[in-house]
């Protein structure tokens, strides 16, 4: 028998809960690892259907009808052509389904978006495919698809030669208004990071180099005017597109080094004038900590101040459980019908410190009101729950997935 | 779209407290609920290891002050004060350190006043801030129980302050004195449920779900506010009086102020303030939902003597009675003179608008 109590929380096969109750789970048929693509389909009959990308391969994405959180029903299950491609995000307008294809190296194929009818969710018809392959690039990681007239999108492309391989996803701004022919209206990319531009390579981060990149191009309905862009190595950047052909730079935040790096969304909260910016973790055992989630005084956008971070439980604790601990995706606030906002609570996942949510009333203390870390699922290569997106609904639920095994988590929030 | 108000209380692990005079069970009780399995994730405070006697095959892991029993129930024992160990649990309970419990017993010791511990949930501003009351449970037995609550004022105030009631040893006390230790109770505080125990075995379920435990359910804050059930509306020092010929605890009186009109919170609060300065240390337990003028639900108050917990607001009324109810469970202090200062002080607060 072990002597002392430490270490007894930390198992990681034992779910750990404050305010957050678990209402149902579904593994997804055995293909239980989800990527950073959640969406809410609000489709004919009343039913709430919940769409998710996979994390890698054989799926593409899954739906789930989610009208009643204890009674899952998978309701469709799609597979990707080959297995160096992985869908990773999605977004849903209406009855129309945008999806990413990044692929595992530069040159191939499928590399770009899809649109699909989804009005029939059972079986989602193909509108048209967004071809963003070329020689340096591998395709598009994420959408950001909220207005059913235009994909922000964080992609490679065919005529883009990047200074450094790592360099290849920028941000693009693609006109879908005539879906069956998606077309490129804008673009931006930092300064330094294609070849030929006026301002020689940018200086690499010594230790944690993941590439000056795009991530999450978040555009809201308050300020359509304003791209607010994690630029992983780059920091968080907003731009004026007020001229879609034409991005402008308004404001740049960079903060690593010292930091390590990865910075993934830019969040605004347009009435406290916030940014909520979240870095992602991408090494296991803690070895990228700390991966963090600023909150950044943005009443002046042109001069970013950050004055807190969310408070996470100690490192020791989770990182080494197996698998990442520490920040990464966060319900983004989505400007359609079905999905919760809030100004003042913010909820994120954190991998092997599962889903949390924070108040924010108070951006100088933000305060810890409610996790669920579930336990390992059974399968999982990581040795813990890893806990990668989450999607807040207009009821207050909270569907949260896991990166590997586990599949859909359905919690009840209550605060 | 507006958003909703944080539920205030939703974040607060709830608290039960165990109070009972010398003798009246509480180590028997406490070693039954160790072993039950409804106490999964159950932290328990108690006085002392020894006494529980946990055997060793229900020892899952422990250390020296913690530890954790094979139905997922985490034990503790006091060291130097109850402050510091519920300080400590919530932040090995934050660190991962230790179960993530959801609930916690605590033990009080037979002599001990429980409103002290009340007041220090409330004014220690972490424990503030994690926990929050649920209930105080107060074990009485039922032999030498009658004779505690006239003799010693310990026991008589921890059967006034408690919003559950465990009669206990009934098994081997005549049945008429049962019922006249039940008389008894239902006199001094008609608005806690009573249960009979034999050899320590109650429901888990008896002792938690109590108080207020959401903004958003107001229908369970009016229960908590009620009268027991099968108990007569709260005139009970009256009648008790009568039936008993002024015994010694006749001076512990419970009654409820019903209120028509809306208060504005300046003179609700006003009231309050001078009932506590004058008055503090013989309001033994306050419990009430107040209609405040410009809140949409009521306002849920507490108090022990001197301390009241911060008012709660609910986000909606239960039903379409929302007339203001206190419950006053008051030692040598008349429900008339608590009426007319609540009076008095409407009548001033009406003039100065």
Known sequence: MPSTLTGIGTRPDQALSLNMKLLSHHELAGFGGIGEGMGMQLAKGGRRILWMAHESAPKNFTAVDVTDPKNLKMVVQTELPHAKVRSNSLDVVGDVMAVAYQTSAVNMKPAGFDLFDISSPESPKLISHFDASGQYSRGVHAVWFVDGETIHMASGAADFQPTHPSDDQFYRIIDVRKPSKPEEVGRWWLPGTRVGDSVPPLKRHPKFDSGYRAHNTNVFPQRPDRAYVGYISGGAVILDIADKSRPKLVSHWHYSPPYTGFTHTVLPLFGPELLIVSDECVQTDGKDWPKLVWVVDARM???????????????????????????????????????????????????????RAFDVSNPYRPEEIAYYVPPAPKLSKAGSIQLNDVYVDDRGLVFTVDRFAGGLYVLEMTV | MPERPRDVLAGKLPVSLITGFLGSGKTTLLKRLLRDPGMNRAAVIINEFGEVGIDHELVANSSESMTLLSNGCLCCSVRTDLQETMRELFIKRRAGEVIDFDRVFIETTGLADPVPVLHTLQTDGMLGAQYRLDCVVTLVDAVNGLRNLDDAPEAAKQAAVADRIVITKSDIAPPAAVAELEARLQQMNPYAARMIAVNGEVDVAFLRDVGPRSTRDAKGVERWLSPAAGSRPAEGAYLGERARGGAHDASIRSFCLWFDKPFTWDSFSAAVQVLTSLRGSDLLRVKGLVNVEGERGPVVVQGAQHVFHPPVSLEAWASDDRRSRIVFITRNLERESVESLFAAVGTLAAQSS
């Open chain 1, 301 to 355: 956008e042109t001069n970013l101040v950050p004055i807190s971070t969310c408070p996470l439980p100690p490192v020791q604790t989770f990182a080494s459980n197996g698998g990442r601990f520490g920040a990464h995706n966060l319900h983004e606030n989505l400007p359609v019908p079905g999905s919760w906002r809030s100004e003042s609570i913010i909820v994120g996942t954190f991998f092997g410190g599962g889903v």
